[in-house]
């Protein structure tokens, strides 16, 4: 079983969309991040978490720690929101646990 | 803004030549990340550095090295390429310490033959 589990995999919406991608994990952390990945392109940090609830623009990220378990949302969703959104976890170690990603893709 | 920079975008190499992909960052990051990544896979963390003169393997089995003899420049060199390192190789570093946040380099797209 992975230590960082992503859900859904693929996730195909409508524009305007609320976008919830759900991200949990079975080890103990000190943050969590959530990342974009758009197809050919780089990786871009969206947000570092360690507890509570972040916002950017129409970018939300919750993480509730007693239950491992974060989730990143997007509202008013667009076509170039389209992207693969990956789940990562530091450890105590501090090293970095990647999931494998939530494929996006928003419908115009 | 985050400036982290990897050379070369590409490389086509034969087989048993001797590589070196370069990674720097001007943002002064004790902590860079050198991951693998297939396509459409998630990122194995192959080698990572927490300052100069300290490197340490990652997860992923890897006939590759690396030094950081400076903080800016954290290199990762193949001995031997093979036609199974055939990859996309990302360079990372990080400000724990400060917002914590990841910044990515382009990566060097890596195919040997």
């Known amino acids: 079983k992975n230590e960082v589990e992503q859900s859904p995999q693929n996730l195909t919406a409508q524009e305007g969309e609320f976008i919830t991608i759900n991200c949990s994990y079975s080890?103990?952390?000190?943050?969590l991040h959530w990342l974009q990945q758009h197809p050919g392109g780089g990786i871009v940090s969206l947000f570092m978490?360690?507890?509570g609830k972040k916002k950017h623009g129409r970018l939300i990220a919750t993480i509730n720690i007693q239950e491992k378990h974060s989730s990143l949302h997007i509202t008013a969703s667009h076509p170039r929101d389209s992207a693969v959104y990956i789940c990562?976890?530091?450890?105590?170690?501090?090293?970095?646990?990647f999931g494998k990603g939530t494929r996006l893709h928003i419908l115009p | 803004e985050a400036d982290i920079y990897q050379t070369p975008r590409y490389l086509v190499i034969g087989t048993g030549k001797k590589i070196t992909l370069e990674c720097s960052q001007t943002?002064?990051?004790?902590?860079m990340y050198w991951y693998q990544q297939d396509p459409g896979m998630e990122l194995h963390l192959i080698h990572y550095?927490?300052?100069?003169?300290?490197?340490e393997k990652g997860d992923l089995s890897s006939e590759s090295t690396v030094s950081r003899i400076r903080t800016e420049h954290f290199p990762l060199t193949l001995e031997s390429a093979r036609p199974s390192h055939t990859s996309q190789y990302l360079c990372?570093?990080?400000?724990?310490?400060?917002?914590?946040?990841?910044?990515f380099g382009s990566g060097t797209q890596l195919s040997v033959l």
């Open positions: 943002m002064g990051h004790d902590k």
């Open positions: 550095s927490y300052g100069v003169n300290s490197t």
């Open positions: 080890v103990g952390i000190s943050a």
């Open positions: 978490l360690s507890s």
């Open positions: 990372a570093s990080s400000d724990y310490y400060l917002s914590g946040k990841l910044f």
């Open positions: 990562a976890v530091m450890n105590r170690d501090d090293k970095i646990i």
